[in-house]
């Protein structure tokens, strides 16, 4: 494996230069490989408004509307976790 600086790596990246020789593959891992883990499909309605909404924030993060909902519930249910486990704190004092 080669050695290159950070920056380096990201002006080759950002070119669109081949960088795989600079990565190290031997510990790579596929998120959600487990099947107990694995992804699994929901549909919603919403208004269009919401929609577009969503478009316009994804377009600004520079990625599509599904990471956006899924970051954003994600930090969501996190916070609400955080909240429930003070809670059950707090009552247990």
Do not use: C, H
């Not at 593959?25 to 099947?35: G, H, I, V, Y």
């Not at 883990?37 to 919403?46: E, N, W």
Request: proline letters at 3%; glycine letters at 2%.
């Amino acid at each position: 494996m080669s050695s290159i600086s950070n920056e380096e790596l990201e002006a080759q990246f950002d070119a669109g230069e081949d960088i795989t020789d600079y990565l190290d593959l031997s510990t790579a891992r596929r998120p959600n490989q487990d099947r107990a883990s694995a992804p699994k499909r929901i549909s919603m309605d919403v208004p269009e408004q919401l929609v577009l909404r969503l478009d316009r924030a994804a377009e600004r993060m520079g990625v599509n509307r599904q990471a956006v909902i899924k970051v954003w519930l994600t930090e969501r249910l996190d916070e609400e976790d955080e909240r429930e486990s003070r809670r059950r704190q707090a009552a247990a004092s």
